[in-house]
């Protein structure tokens, strides 16, 4: 907070003033051409012409798509330069026709483009550049391989060359005021490409093949994230607030120049990738010890492979009078890790009692970090082991007859209605609106769209959006002295539509309803044969609980199960600046007025939206990739090493539900199978542990996991119990929380955590830290 107060120098004045005499830069970000970037950026040069801004087109020839020429109609268009390229005619910005005209907004389609050979300026990015410095702000789109460094990185994952005229630079996205990710699925853009009557060989094109139109939206969608995550760091540093922000993952590997630093090095490697997270490698060495010849040798082969798995090293000397522990987790707060992967302790439990645990120093130190101790094979497997590969599932024999419950089971799943979702990072990004614009587009199609539940909130753009779709009646339910409202799903099956629209996918429904939730409604009329578009926000996830209330200290109550989301055939981002979202609030188009104070001090702070946007960037990333991986095809993230099995330790308390949501994310990454248990000793359980129980075994299962409860003779027994359990099953990972006994107990009753990690050396464990949200 002390930078609010600080004095600003002359320099940073006269900067200050030189910006408010130039204009503002907004990018329409695409994966491929035939995205929509071109109707968006007309959407928007319409809704500022509305509102009373001075807006123009120009670098655009009279030839236009039909269906964008209505977009169009009212915009005035400056007049472009023609030039003849190879046969055909390309078009350059008027720029001094524009200076002289001096309007306030310019939209420009198509930032990537070479000027013709005897221009002033010759890109059309330089034009660009000079109508922001005669203060004219500028629209424009650009695809994610026209950026410069993105485009070999775009041909080297879909194995094609790449034409394009002119690449970006790859800053071009840092300097903008405000970049707008246009995320579409594969399915959108081909179905579009095939509508399109005017260019019908362009669906053809190796770039636009489905496999290959999900590699560039994951390269987008990971692109726009790190950005982001650049926003959310510097926003934090500037209000002081230390520590991991819950939106990503950092992971980074401590390890020594010993012959198990690579294992640990390719471990960190590949959570890291598939997390979607950054990986860091720290070697803590004593300053006044010299490497030894074998150490140098194996501190040379660490630097080259962090190199090679695009990681970053560094080395930190430690003073005689230094604690590692302590250092390993002032680094690793520095550097915001949210998990720190380390090798086993070679310490006795003499040692331990005596000297402390490495991990439970760092455990005390930090409440935010977690610690994965990586499994000891060396002992079965010898010293220079390596990590398996995935292992091969048994090819599919096209010849062997379906048995009748898989018959009965493809049957369901061609009869049953298709699922999108439209996710967003906040209320007001324009979730429900595009989902009616899209009704609107099935509608003029000739496809059956009905509205089943909508949810405006008094938002007049959303509701002219309704237009001529039908809306059904909602199903009145008496309750107490009160008639409530609710979305009629029997009406629904009886109207029998091709496609029905239900906004808010994560809402309970009300007392006295035949189901509780409104996913499980969705899921009814899908089984009817009957699809449907529906909408939430990503703190609704219910995996994402203790990430969203670590970011805004906030516990959402509603939340929608992963499967549901996995298992949709379209997943699309809306995605929106956390600066033009706060606009928006203060313009009334969320919330009513009397709200906006509070609510933009609240749950709409822009450290909240930052994460909240990177947060959903990233979860949509790893929808397309797991997507991508059920197809075998090449992902972003690497192939898992082998079959992994998890299994997550809980008791009684209250951190467990998020033990068990941490074990589904782990699980469901590394399409691993999974189980939470409990045992219970000789005591009986009070009516509030069994309550307890039930709803630690309710989220399991509602997640997709397998809730085991044990029984023990007596306490001491329950660890003996766990690891039979854990080794019946062949885990590889065992999930297990924070000790909540002090070092006293630890060293006369045992550490529960040392005691595991002693037993279970061939399995990796994950201690996850007993987080606290962060509510700076």
Not at 211 to 240: I, M, P, S
Not at 475 to 499: F, G, Q, S
Request: charged letters at 30%.
């Amino acid at each position: 907070m002390v930078e609010q107060f600080r004095k600003k120098s002359p320099e940073e004045i006269l900067q200050s003033i030189s910006k408010m005499h130039r204009g503002r830069l907004k990018i329409i970000l695409g994966a491929v051409s035939g995205s929509g970037k071109t109707f968006h950026l007309l959407m928007e040069g319409q809704s500022l012409k509305r509102k009373g801004i001075d807006v123009v087109i120009a670098g655009t020839g009279e030839a236009i798509h039909p269906k964008l020429a209505q977009k169009r109609e009212g915009l005035e268009q400056i007049p472009s330069i023609e030039w003849n390229h190879l046969g055909g005619v390309r078009h350059d910005l008027d720029v001094e026709a524009l200076i002289v005209r001096d309007p306030e907004v310019v939209l420009v389609d198509g930032l990537a483009c070479r000027n013709r050979p005897n221009a002033p300026r010759l890109t059309r990015f330089e034009d660009v550049q000079t109508l922001l410095n005669h203060n004219i702000s500028v629209i424009t789109t650009v695809n994610i391989y026209e950026l410069s460094g993105m485009k070999e990185m775009a041909e080297r994952l879909t194995k094609i060359e790449v034409q394009i005229q002119q690449c970006v630079p790859e800053d071009t996205l840092a300097q903008a005021d405000e970049v707008k990710l246009l995320d579409v699925t594969p399915e959108a853009i081909l179905k579009r490409l095939q509508d399109d009557e005017s260019n019908p060989t362009r669906i053809k094109h190796p770039l636009l093949q489905k496999d290959n139109l999900h590699v560039l939206r994951e390269l987008a969608l990971r692109f726009v994230a790190t950005g982001v995550n650049e926003d959310l760091e510097e926003y934090r540093e500037k209000h002081g607030m230390v520590g991991a922000s819950g939106a990503t993952e950092r992971i980074l590997v401590s390890a020594q120049y010993h012959w198990n630093g690579s294992i640990l090095v390719r471990r960190g490697q590949q959570v890291a990738k598939r997390l979607g997270g950054e990986l860091l490698v720290v070697c803590f060495r004593p300053a006044s010890k010299q490497l030894t010849k074998e150490e140098a040798t194996f501190k040379r082969a660490m630097m080259k492979l962090v190199d090679k798995v695009g990681g970053v090293f560094d080395e930190q000397t430690l003073q005689w009078d230094q604690d590692v522990a302590g250092e390993l987790v002032a680094y690793a707060m520095d550097n915001n890790v949210t998990r720190i992967v380390m090798g086993q302790s070679k310490r006795t439990r003499w040692e331990e009692i005596w000297y402390g645990s490495i991990v439970h120093k760092i455990l005390r130190q930090t409440k935010n970090i977690d610690i994965l101790i990586v499994a000891d094979r060396s002992k079965r497997d010898g010293e220079r082991v390596m990590p398996t590969k995935r292992r091969e599932t048994a090819p599919f024999n096209p010849y062997r007859r379906l048995s009748e419950a898989e018959m009965e089971q493809e049957i369901g799943k061609i009869r049953r209605g298709t699922l999108k979702v439209y996710v967003g990072a906040a209320p007001g990004v324009g979730k429900t609106y595009t989902m009616l614009r899209e009704g609107n587009e099935l509608a003029q199609n000739g496809i059956d769209v009905v509205i089943g539940l909508l949810e405006t909130h008094g938002r007049k753009e959303t509701s002219e959006q309704v237009g001529h779709l039908p809306l059904l009646p909602r199903k009145r339910i008496p309750y107490k002295n009160v008639t409530l409202e609710e979305m009629d799903t029997d009406e629904i099956i009886r109207r029998n539509p091709e496609v029905v629209l239900v906004d808010e996918l994560a809402h309970t429904n009300v007392w006295g309803s035949q189901l509780e939730k409104r996913y499980q409604d969705v899921e009814r009329i899908l089984d009817a044969g009957i699809s449907v578009i529906s909408t939430m926000n990503i703190q609704h996830l219910e995996s994402l609980n203790d990430s969203v209330e670590q970011i805004t200290g906030i516990r959402v109550r509603e939340t929608v199960p992963d499967h549901i989301l996995h298992q949709a055939d379209e997943v699309e981002l809306i995605d929106i600046s956390p600066k033009a979202l706060r606009q928006r609030m203060r313009e009334g188009n969320i919330y009513a007025m009397e709200k906006m104070e509070q609510s933009l001090t609240h749950f709409f702070k822009t450290g909240n939206l930052i994460a909240l946007r990177e947060l959903a960037l990233r979860e949509v990333a790893d929808d397309v990739d797991e997507r991508l991986e059920a197809w075998e095809r090449r992902t972003l993230r690497g192939p898992w090493r082998q079959q992994e099995v998890i299994f997550v330790c809980v008791n009684l308390r209250a951190d467990s539900e998020r033990l068990i949501r941490r074990g589904f994310r782990i699980a469901y990454r590394l399409k691993a199978s999974w189980h939470a248990a409990y045992v219970q000793d000789h005591e009986p359980l009070t009516d509030e542990e069994r309550t307890q129980l039930e709803k630690l075994k309710k989220l399991t299962e509602r997640l997709g996991g397998r809730f085991e409860k044990y029984e023990a003779a007596s306490k001491r027994k329950v660890f003996t119990k766990l690891v039979l359990h854990m080794n019946e099953k062949n885990t590889t990972q065992v999930v297990i929380g924070q000790s909540a006994r002090t070092r006293w107990k630890e060293i006369c009753g045992g550490s529960v955590i040392q005691r595991l990690l002693r037993e279970v050396r061939h399995m990796d464990v994950l201690v996850v830290a007993d987080h606290a949200p962060d509510t700076t």
